[in-house]
């Protein structure tokens, strides 16, 4: 339970971090964004390890979980963020946001390939049947309809923020698992040490890139009123990253990675509350994003569980308990 509210919170303050960031990038630039949001987030990973007097916990970091979450960090906060800040731009949250929730697929098939996770046929169908939209249709409607009950104040890139979508998917799928596999090798380190060691290796990452002159120039453009939604967004997604990192120490990825998804219906209604004029918001999104999050909890779920409290005869429930994979 621990670990499931820790989700729900780093969820809230994900999809809160996502609107500020919108916010930024309609007149910033994404390099912009990551020159404020990865030391910004290394920064606060800093305060909260002394805070918490987990500073001295760096050293007991076996080299090996230390290497895995310095990798997590340049995966996630600069390959993933990236892509995640681009899709942004192109297309607004509401449109990225249910292709990039496909790091739920990416994740758990890699709990069950690498972790040995176990993965039923009632899991499998759910996941099936919780698919978030079509990209290609949502794009269709949208230009079909033009957005006649309100005019938008930007035109969406449906293919270029299909594409970064996607990869943002597979690089925010990828991160659990070396967070898992970090604590996994050291279940006793400290949470705040071990974001730290992964913001600090994102920071150095980001750093490398600076050595272009094209990229100084682009952050030097940086301008004032975009600095406060950047700073905002770095310190909302630092807190969130904290709460994923405390879920993902003392729960499984399938029960964390699930609820992280709750995160798509926050992300509507703040959408809808900062950045209406600025983000597609339709039947269609709203439907399918639900879709999407009722499928991943009942995923989460224990299938034996599930089929206990729906009182299946034997012959189905053993059906429905047959592992695919997994251990």
Known sequence: MLGAFFAALGAFTFALNNAMLRRGVLTGTVMQAMAVTVPVGATGFLALAAVAGALPALLDFPPIAAAWMAGQGIVHFV????????????????????????????????????????????????????????????????????????????????????????????????????????????????????????????????????????????????????????????????????????????APLMVVTPILQLSLIFRIFLSWLINREYEVLSTGVIVGSLAAIIGSLLVSLSTDFAVTALALPEAIASALRYRLAGA
């Open 79 to 250: 390959v993933g963020r990236f892509f995640n800040y681009r899709a942004s731009q192109l297309v607004g949250v509401n449109l990225s946001a249910p292709v990039v929730q496909l790091q739920v697929a990416v994740t758990m098939l890699l709990a069950v390939l690498t972790m040995h996770e176990p993965f039923t046929v009632l899991q499998s169908t759910i996941a099936k049947a919780a698919r978030p939209p079509s990209p290609a249709r949502e794009a269709a409607a949208h230009a079909g309809r033009g957005e006649s009950d309100r005019k938008l104040s930007f035109a969406p890139r449906y293919l270029a923020g299909f594409l970064f979508s996607s990869g943002a998917a597979i690089a925010y799928g990828v991160s659990p698992l070396m967070v898992r596999l970090a604590f996994d090798r050291a279940p006793q380190a400290s949470v705040p040490a071990g974001g730290m060691i992964a913001y600090v290796a994102a920071t150095l990452a980001f750093s490398l890139l600076l050595v272009r002159p094209a990229v100084r120039r682009d952050i030097g453009g940086l301008k004032p009123e975009n600095v406060r939604w950047f700073v905002w967004a770095a310190v909302l997604v630092t807190v969130s990253q904290g709460f994923v990192y405390a879920s993902l120490a003392v």
